[in-house]
């Protein structure tokens, strides 16, 4: 069956832009959850939506934001880029949750100059 | 807060040897600890869970051992190989419902 799939691979935006990241999970997975990941900072646990409903949220500012619709695809909307977004978005999509195996997407690369 | 605490930040072994990353949790509710891998430009995968009804859990090379009273775990890779050089995470869960917990991940790296 088909990963999670993230688009775009790769982009490049000008501070104080906004941008979507979209993710298409797994069939029939309900759980999508976001991170950004940078060097040395691990993965940083941005949100998590389930069955179209933030079910738990990290500790990002409120720029950062996101949706799920009904058809368990994801998207995440950073506004007022800042040179610190830089970073991998990866998506994770579950069965159910965190007990439940992550399957990851290969992530967006977001450079912000 | 850092509530799953992993070491080391790097770890560099012999083609042959055995790689050993700890991890230490500190929520008592957590019941389930995977363990992922992650290859540069690649997402992670998932390698190994464990949940703590038992001590230890064996797939081919990779076992996790788990210690619930000192709230700790560990990854063992037995005879490393050049090609198990990846960064490895990880986790703790406490239901479907909550978030999962990550470790900061360990950097390993296995010389030929």
């Known amino acids: 069956k088909a990963g999670v799939t993230q688009t775009p691979r790769y982009l490049i935006k000008t501070r104080g832009q906004q941008v979507t990241l979209s993710c298409s999970p797994i069939s029939g997975h309900r759980s999508v959850s976001w991170y950004q990941q940078t060097p040395g900072q691990g993965l940083q646990f941005l949100f998590e939506?389930?069955?179209?409903?933030?079910?738990n949220k990290g500790n990002f500012p409120g720029r950062f934001s996101g949706r799920q619709f009904s058809n368990s695809r994801s998207e995440m909307n950073v506004s007022t880029l800042e040179l610190g977004d830089s970073a991998l978005y990866l998506c994770?999509?579950?069965?159910?949750?965190?007990?439940?195996?992550?399957?990851f997407g290969q992530g967006t690369r977001l450079t912000v100059v | 807060q850092q509530q799953v605490k992993q070491s080391p930040q790097s770890l560099i072994v012999q083609k042959g040897g055995i790689s050993i990353i700890n991890c230490a949790y500190e929520?008592?509710?957590?019941?389930?600890f995977p363990w992922y891998q992650q290859f540069p430009g690649k997402g992670p995968a998932l390698l190994i869970a464990i949940r703590p009804d038992v001590s230890e859990k064996k797939e081919g090379r990779f076992t996790i051992s788990f210690n619930k009273s000192a709230k700790q775990f560990s990854l063992h890779i037995m005879d490393s190989q050049p090609g198990d050089s990846a960064t490895y995470f990880c986790?703790?869960?406490?239901?479907?419902?909550?978030?999962?917990?990550w470790g900061l991940g360990t950097s390993l790296a296995v010389n030929p």
């Open positions: 939506y389930f069955s179209e409903t933030q079910r």
């Open positions: 994770a999509s579950s069965l159910e949750g965190s007990n439940t195996e992550a399957f």
């Open positions: 986790a703790a869960g406490a239901g479907n419902n909550r978030k999962l917990i």
């Open positions: 929520n008592t509710a957590f019941d389930y």
